[in-house]
């Protein structure tokens, strides 16, 4: 087996590394600075895991280059815009984050900016170490009964909420997520953006870049703002208009602001650089030693359970979870997809997901219909297929993908039963997983069968009249080939019978041409799983 190769870079550092050295040997761990974009070019296809901080940004060029071997991408933090989700999907690259290792020290600093930008800190400490005494030009705003405005109330939002709420503050948010019931235990109203804007004294942010939020806070936003209110953003740069918040300051509008992070990163030719009253630190959100040692730790045990256990845990660009309960089901519905794959005539066009049992009870079957995608799509001739890009590329090609869930059939307590459409017929097939772990194949079409699935598979359908089996078995075995498992079902809607067997090795051409040989055969199947 090749040795794992995992770039740790942007200084990730402590224990996680510790850990990461300890189960994939010294030697597979690369620790480094930040990459520069042409040596990320050069260097990406060498590496099966490229582990990350804020630093580095993994371009679309990147992930491209990456070929085959690059299985995750990790930022240990919780951030990801400094990746191309979208082509690492398209690949199958798996990105995680480490989404509550910074949770308090992202909190304490726009904690700290916020009493920063009401007591003019920074600007005091730059003119007395000018050695000027100027009281009167930094006279601030105390916080207490004033009202703080919070646009996102995950964890970090709620952890700032918690603090000032002590500090005497009255707290208005706006999250679409966040319940009513929930904002009221927390001791939050709820309100719109513009009430929002309207009412508080100072804002914070604690949202993710996305279409939605970028440029959240423009003109238009501010210019509803109260006059000399503050604002701060330790989040992500792009969610403000650093053109219009700088404006506004210079203006008077907005008496500060307090920012971590930008739009482009490091800071350079700003409309906010020199701008009195708008404090600037160096994205510094998560820039403690206990978040770095968190966030580092927990990327490493991330890693760790996927190449070792094949986990996936908090991928951001993927919407499934990995429910260990499921593991079987999931091998299964990518054994019965090519299966339907190669029983269709015609293009598939549709599949669909059925898991039905008190296995599945409250479970996601995300993963399970994500395995059948790429049942299908390999038998198609697609490669480099996983459930990171599998309904990606299903809709790229015109598949549509849909799944569901029913309660315990009266024979089988759980199955799943993938149907896979053509533009001219459909077809079903359907299976279980005994106790011991055995694949058994169920239902073929209309046909209820019972068979132990084998790696290598044969399907005929021929008239249900005496005499087929023992053609059958006849020309299989003169062929030199031992039949594991049969089982012969009825097709009751298509007047056929339908015979299923399980053989010792491959089907060679010259077998399937004599099978289909014998009068009034219809078809022969054969599919190696």
Request: aromatic share 4%.
């Amino acid at each position: 087996m090749t040795t794992l190769r995992i770039a740790a870079a942007d200084n990730i550092k402590g224990s996680g590394l510790e850990l990461l050295k300890k189960e994939f040997g010294a030697d597979a761990v690369e620790v480094r600075g930040k990459y520069a974009p042409d040596e990320l070019l050069e260097k990406i296809g060498d590496l099966d895991a490229l582990l990350i901080r804020s630093g580095t940004t993994v371009t679309r060029a990147a992930v491209e280059k990456a070929g085959a071997r690059l299985k995750l991408i990790g930022r240990a933090g919780v951030g990801t815009d400094n990746i191309d989700k979208k082509a690492a999907t398209e690949k199958g690259i798996v990105v995680m984050n480490t989404p509550f290792g910074n949770t308090t020290s992202a909190a304490e600093q726009a904690l700290a900016l916020i009493f920063a930008c009401a007591r003019n800190t920074a600007r005091a400490d730059r003119l007395m170490h000018e050695g000027k005494w100027e009281k009167k030009d930094l006279v601030g705003a105390e916080v207490y009964e004033k009202t703080l405005g919070l646009i996102g109330m995950g964890r970090i939002g709620s952890h700032v909420a918690k603090v000032m709420t002590a500090a005497g503050m009255k707290i208005v948010a706006n999250d679409p997520f966040l319940s009513a019931d929930r904002a009221r235990q927390i001791g939050v109203r709820l309100v719109t953006l513009d009430e929002l804007a309207a009412l508080a004294d100072f804002i914070t942010i604690h949202t993710p870049l996305t279409d939605e939020t970028r440029n959240l806070v423009n003109a238009a936003f501010i210019a509803k703002m109260k006059k000399g209110a503050r604002i701060v953003n330790c989040a992500r740069g792009g969610i403000i208009d650093e053109a219009a918040l700088a404006e506004a300051v210079k203006a008077g509008h907005l008496a500060g602001a307090g920012l971590d992070v930008f739009a482009q990163e490091p800071l350079a030719d700003s409309p906010l650089i020199g701008v009195k009253n708008i404090l600037l630190t160096p994205h510094l959100g998560a820039s403690t030693e206990e978040a770095e040692e968190r966030c580092g730790l927990q990327m490493a045990e991330q890693v760790v359970a996927y190449f070792r256990r094949g986990e996936i845990i908090n991928a951001v660009n993927l919407s499934i979870t990995h429910e260990k309960s499921l593991t079987a089901y999931v091998e299964l519905a990518e054994k019965l997809a090519k299966i339907a794959a190669t029983l269709l005539r015609g293009a598939p066009v549709a599949v669909e997901v059925n898991c039905r049992g008190e296995v599945f009870d409250g479970k996601d079957t995300g993963e399970v219909s994500a395995a059948a995608v790429i049942g299908v799509l390999e038998k198609s001739g697609l490669g480099g297929l996983n459930i990171v890009n599998a309904l990606s590329l299903a809709k790229e090609r015109g598949l549509a993908v849909a799944s569901g869930a029913q309660a315990a059939g009266p024979v089988y307590h759980n199955r799943v039963d993938v149907t896979l459409r053509s533009a001219e017929v459909t077809t079903v097939v359907g299976g279980t997983v005994s106790g011991d772990q055995i694949f058994r194949l169920i239902r073929l079409d209309d046909a209820d069968i019972d068979m132990r699935l084998g790696k290598h598979l044969l399907f005929l359908r021929y008239p249900d009249t005496p005499g087929y089996v023992g053609k059958f078995g006849t020309l299989i075995g003169e062929a030199g080939v031992n039949i594991e498992h049969m089982e012969v079902g009825a097709l009751t809607s298509r007047q056929r019978a339908s015979m299923t067997i399980a053989i010792d090795q491959p089907a060679t051409d010259d077998l399937l041409k004599k099978l289909l040989g014998v009068g009034g055969v219809e078809k022969v199947f054969y599919c190696k799983l």
